[in-house]
């Protein structure tokens, strides 16, 4: 294990519930470093690029309109094992099937509207920082 650094995204869902603070104090009390942190909210565009992979899935246009819905928190965080830790925190992309004490277990509605996102491997993680913070900002 080496420190890593990941990205992650408060859903609008979460953000417009008011949950923001209770997630990034789940986050930061599961030991993540607070590398970055700016609420800004997505275009089309931007959503349809971010979740790329997923556009022949039959749930993609229901994915960028959710994303797209309202504002939402993007993260750069820091942590031994950040990737795995996240997913981790985070808990299943189905809140039925997420164990107790994670953060889908406790705020997610279902399993589009799940309220967090993480990167789930150390390259999407870079791609997804590249994404929204330029390196020179992350403290
Ligand atoms: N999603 C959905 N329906 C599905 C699977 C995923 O609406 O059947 C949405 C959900 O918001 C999820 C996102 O698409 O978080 C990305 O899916 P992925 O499989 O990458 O899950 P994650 O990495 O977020 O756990
Ligand atoms: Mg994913």
């Known amino acids: 294990m080496s420190v890593e650094r990941t990205f992650s995204i408060i859903k609008p869902d979460a953000v417009a519930a008011g949950q923001a603070g209770e997630i990034l104090a789940m986050i ?43 504002p939402i928190i993007v993260m750069a965080l820091e942590r031994e094992d950040a990737v795995k830790g996240l997913r981790e925190v985070m808990g299943a992309t189905n809140p039925a099937n997420a164990a107790e004490g994670t953060i889908r277990k406790r705020f997610a509605a279902n399993i589009e509207r799940n309220c967090i996102h993480g990167s789930d491997a150390p390259e999407t993680a870079a791609q997804e920082l590249a994404f929204f913070f330029s390196t020179a900002d992350l403290l």
Do not use: I
Request: net charge positive.
């Open 28 to 70: 930061q009390k599961a030991g993540f470093k607070v590398l970055g942190l700016r609420m800004t909210r997505l275009t089309e565009t931007q959503a349809q690029g971010f979740y790329a992979v997923h556009k022949e899935r039959p749930f993609f246009e229901g994915l960028v309109k959710f994303m797209t819905e309202g």
